[in-house]
């Protein structure tokens, strides 16, 4: 009698989460599509898993607490699961559960490797089929929702601001190789993948290149590279610090591909808390710097971080601030009310800020913040602009299609069919929301002839 088929063992589930940062995204999404590639299944968030992996972030002390949460929610929601926890959290060995057991603690320094570490650890089980590099990379991301990629190019970090958990999170700078970011790029975007756009990430994205000692290799050859050797539509730059920029770096804007936004933190106004801070960046550097993008590149976005609170900020140090990001203009802020971090000098330093100043002063920002914003989208009411449409959502007027301007301004478009999603159409910029957080807009022509199969009800 013939041997009854074994039945093919069910696919690992692996469920993949992070907090933080766009560098945590990137890892995530290199761990899916390997995970993918060696023949697991990637979970939806509603869905059992055999394998939970989290990225954690330890940016602020609420952002370690937030992380150690999300683990014990996972643990209950996946009792049965093998845990394997990454990041910064658990970097600084800040991620103890109690009783509730880690199966894999994987540092910032091997996180690339994590996928093969699990499996050495026979978390994954075996006879499971090795990489498949013909997986479909952009499976993993469209299973998510996401309709761009986040590409890892560099990490870690040469300076030692003194505020600063992640250089010491994530230890010294190291950039990929060029060959394997444009392969990345390749693999993830353009092309028939689907994806229009990729997001390029690193902790010292400015400093791309320079610890691999190849002469010219630099974040200006980077992006001519990808320009040249990948058919994205839309290359995107993560945080870059506002030093470092390479030579030529404005010139590479002049390709409509390379997205005209920049998010160059400032981190405060006054240059004797920029020196507190161990920045290498005054004032009136970046007031130049601001200056040279925006007459280089006209239609540039800029927004930025600010630390509120920072130990030992007088009012007068904090009107500084308040003044020079009313006068540079920002199109958004990102506020961070000072977090003593241990293991940084800023968090011994003396005259540390009361919470309650911190928060009216955070509350002050963000008011000026709204204010800035709003100038920022009316300056584009009017224009069109290509968008790239990402999702559909709801408010308060209904339905609508969301995506992002080139600048990185929020749109909405009332009149944007399903199948418009994941796609660049040209929008008509109509005016500000209601909700003063995004631009109305309809299609444009041509795209417009399309608009009347999805008139939203
Ligand atoms: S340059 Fe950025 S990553 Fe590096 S130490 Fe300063 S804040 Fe941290």
Same mark, same amino acid.
């Given at each position: 009698?013939?041997?009854?088929?074994?039945?093919?063992?069910?696919?690992?589930?692996? /469920?993949?989460?992070?907090?933080?940062?766009?560098?945590?995204?990137?890892?995530?999404?290199?761990?899916?599509?390997?995970?993918?590639?060696?023949?697991?299944?990637?979970? @939806?968030?509603?869905? #059992?898993?055999?394998?939970?992996?989290?990225?954690?972030?330890?940016?602020?002390?609420?952002?370690?607490?937030?992380?150690?949460?999300?683990?014990?929610?996972?643990?209950?929601?996946?009792?049965?699961?093998?845990?394997?926890?990454?990041?910064?959290?658990?970097?600084?060995?800040?991620?103890?559960?109690?009783?509730?057991?880690? =199966? %894999?603690?994987?540092?910032?320094?091997?996180? =690339?490797?994590?996928?093969?570490?699990?499996?050495?650890?026979? *978390?994954? #089980? +075996?006879? *499971?089929?090795? +990489?498949?590099?013909?997986?479909?990379?952009?499976?993993?991301?469209?299973? /998510?929702?996401? $309709?761009?990629?986040?590409?890892?190019?560099?990490?870690?970090?040469?300076?030692?601001?003194?505020?600063?958990?992640?250089?010491?999170?994530?230890?010294?700078?190291?950039?990929?190789?060029?060959?394997?970011?444009?392969?990345?790029?390749?693999?993830?975007?353009?092309?028939?993948? @689907?994806?229009?756009?990729?997001?390029?990430?690193?902790?010292?994205?400015?400093?791309?290149?320079?610890? $691999?000692?190849?002469?010219? %290799?630099?974040?200006?050859?980077?992006?001519?590279?990808? *320009?040249?050797?990948?058919?994205?539509?839309?290359?995107?730059?993560?945080?870059?610090?506002?030093?470092?920029?390479?030579?030529?770096?404005?010139?590479?804007?002049?390709?409509?591909?390379?997205?005209?936004?920049?998010?160059?933190?400032?981190?405060?106004?006054?240059?004797?808390?920029?020196?507190?801070?161990?920045?290498?960046?005054?004032?009136?550097?970046? /007031?130049?710097?601001?200056?040279?993008?925006?007459?280089?590149?006209?239609?540039?976005?800029?927004?930025?971080?600010?630390?509120?609170?920072?130990?030992?900020?007088?009012?007068?140090?904090?009107?500084?601030?308040?003044?020079?990001? &009313?006068?540079?203009?920002?199109?958004?802020?990102?506020?961070?009310?000072?977090?003593?971090?241990?293991?940084? /000098? &800023?968090?011994?330093?003396?005259?540390?800020?009361?919470?309650?100043?911190?928060?009216?002063?955070?509350? $002050?920002?963000?008011?000026?913040?709204?204010?800035?914003?709003?100038?920022?989208?009316?300056?584009?009411?009017?224009?069109?602009?290509?968008?790239?449409?990402?999702?559909? $959502?709801?408010?308060?007027?209904?339905?609508?299609?969301?995506?992002?301007? +080139?600048?990185?301004?929020?749109?909405?478009?009332?009149?944007? +069919?399903?199948? *418009?999603?994941?796609?660049?159409?040209?929008?008509?910029?109509?005016?500000?929301?209601?909700?003063?957080?995004?631009?109305?807009?309809?299609?444009? #022509?041509?795209?417009?002839?399309?608009?009347?199969?999805?008139?939203?009800?």
């Amino acid at each position: 009698m013939a041997a009854r088929p074994v039945p093919a063992a069910a696919p690992l589930s692996v /469920r993949l989460e992070t907090l933080g940062c766009r560098l945590n995204e990137a890892e995530l999404e290199a761990w899916a599509r390997q995970f993918r590639g060696r023949g697991c299944r990637i979970a @939806g968030a509603d869905e #059992p898993a055999d394998l939970v992996v989290v990225n954690t972030c330890a940016v602020t002390a609420e952002a370690t607490r937030k992380s150690r949460g999300l683990l014990r929610r996972l643990k209950r929601r996946h009792p049965a699961a093998r845990l394997v926890v990454s990041g910064c959290a658990a970097s600084l060995a800040d991620v103890d559960l109690g009783d509730a057991r880690i =199966d %894999l603690v994987v540092d910032n320094a091997d996180k =690339d490797r994590l996928v093969e570490l699990a499996a050495a650890a026979q *978390l994954l #089980p +075996p006879g *499971l089929p090795g +990489p498949d590099p013909d997986a479909d990379a952009a499976e993993t991301l469209f299973a /998510r929702g996401r $309709q761009r990629a986040f590409v890892k190019v560099q990490d870690g970090c040469r300076y030692q601001c003194t505020f600063c958990i992640t250089t010491v999170a994530r230890g010294a700078e190291r950039s990929r190789p060029l060959a394997d970011i444009v392969a990345e790029v390749n693999a993830v975007a353009g092309g028939d993948t @689907g994806v229009q756009e990729v997001v390029l990430t690193g902790v010292q994205l400015g400093g791309y290149g320079r610890d $691999q000692g190849v002469a010219g %290799l630099d974040l200006a050859r980077l992006i001519h590279t990808l *320009l040249a050797e990948t058919d994205v539509p839309r290359i995107r730059l993560g945080s870059v610090e506002p030093w470092d920029l390479p030579a030529g770096f404005w010139r590479l804007f002049k390709d409509p591909r390379l997205m005209p936004h920049l998010h160059l933190p400032l981190q405060s106004g006054a240059d004797s808390v920029l020196t507190r801070m161990a920045r290498r960046c005054r004032s009136a550097e970046f /007031r130049a710097l601001v200056g040279a993008a925006r007459a280089a590149v006209p239609d540039i976005g800029i927004s930025t971080d600010i630390i509120v609170g920072f130990p030992g900020e007088t009012d007068a140090q904090w009107q500084a601030t308040m003044d020079l990001v &009313a006068e540079l203009g920002f199109g958004q802020l990102h506020i961070f009310p000072y977090s003593p971090r241990a293991g940084t /000098r &800023a968090a011994t330093m003396p005259a540390q800020v009361p919470e309650p100043v911190k928060r009216e002063r955070a509350r $002050q920002l963000a008011e000026l913040g709204a204010v800035l914003r709003a100038a920022s989208l009316d300056a584009r009411v009017g224009r069109t602009l290509p968008v790239l449409i990402e999702g559909e $959502q709801e408010d308060a007027a209904g339905r609508y299609a969301g995506g992002f301007t +080139p600048d990185y301004l929020p749109v909405r478009l009332r009149n944007a +069919p399903p199948e *418009l999603v994941g796609r660049i159409a040209p929008a008509r910029l109509l005016a500000r929301s209601a909700d003063d957080a995004a631009l109305e807009a309809c299609l444009a #022509p041509p795209a417009a002839a399309l608009s009347h199969k999805g008139d939203r009800q």
